[in-house]
């Protein structure tokens, strides 16, 4: 099969989004963007061996490669609404191509995202997706906004995904239920967009935790002038986790949960005073949000024990040049 029937086969369909103008097939994609909105654009590349291991199951890739660019899209409080791929790959494997659409579709039409365009090429497995979305203008949530005294939330539960990591890798032993539930958070990530588009006008400042939550939360303190302070004790996770900190394994546990990747929730700020709309929020779309602590006039992140005593190190998060 040559390179533009494998595109026509498995990447070109029918698009009924009447924005699309263009799609797969020409030069380039054409949309007609909707009238008083910004476009937010967005672009997450996956490397085998470093962001997804050998022999994944190509279903949950082809979610994964779309979920991690939706969450930056929630992260901005925007809509998802097209995608490009850019894909290398080591040969023309049928089952692969099958498994890998499959599994980028079912969530693209969850959430409503024509893929326009992209480019095919043979290497190294390798794929980068190009995300855009909108937004009502100037309603993007940026990193920058937090104040001083604004609550600082995190959604779901955090470190599942690290903490099936580290068992993939041998480096962890937890039960063959517990692996199986934190193994579905690490490669089939559930993108926070009903959240982020609620929080549009909510939150003062917001970032998906990708990279492990006090790394992702310095970038909203550093992009806004100031320091936070937030809770072991309140942050949520799964009970393994939980067993895991009040035992032998605490330190583990805690370098998943603070500074483990692929979480995949949002980490947001807001006023104090709008605590009772971000409960009916999270009601509403369903998700759990937790306030985990708040944000300082004084530079820098603490992190307190369950003891109130800041933990003397914070686990490093994820660095590919660290
Ligand atoms: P060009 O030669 O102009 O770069 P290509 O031959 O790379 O175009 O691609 C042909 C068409 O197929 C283009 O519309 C491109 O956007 C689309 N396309 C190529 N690869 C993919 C892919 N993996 N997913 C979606 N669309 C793709
Ligand atoms: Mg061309």
Known sequence: MNEFALIDRYFRRAVSDKAVRLSIGDDGAVIAPSPGCDLVFSVDMLVEGRHFLAGVDPVTLGHKTLAVNLSDMAAMGATPRWALLAGALPDFDEVWLRGFTQGLFALADRFGVALIGGDTTR???????????????????????????DDVYVSGVLGDAALA????????????????????????????????????????????????????????????????????????????LDAMLGGAARDAGLASMLGGGDDYELCFTATVSLREAIAAIARDVDVPVTRVGSITAVPGLVVRDERGVPLPLLPRSFDHFG
């Not at 290497?123 to 855009?132: E, S, V, Y």
């Not at 958070?185 to 939550?213: H, K």
């Open 165 to 240: 990591l580290s068992v993939l890798q041998g480096s962890a032993r937890i039960a063959d239920a517990e692996f199986a539930k934190a193994r579905a958070r690490l490669e089939t990530p559930e993108p926070r967009v009903a959240l982020g588009e609620r929080l549009r006008g909510v939150a003062t400042a917001a970032i998906d935790v990708s990279d492990g939550l006090t790394g992702d939360l310095q970038h909203i303190l550093d992009a806004s002038g100031v320091g936070a302070s937030i809770d072991v004790a309140r942050i949520p996770r799964s009970p393994c």
């Open 123 to 149: 290497g190294p497995r390798n794929l980068c997706l190009t995300i855009i979305g909108e937004v009502p203008a100037g309603t993007a949530i940026k990193r920058s906004g937090a104040r001083p005294d």
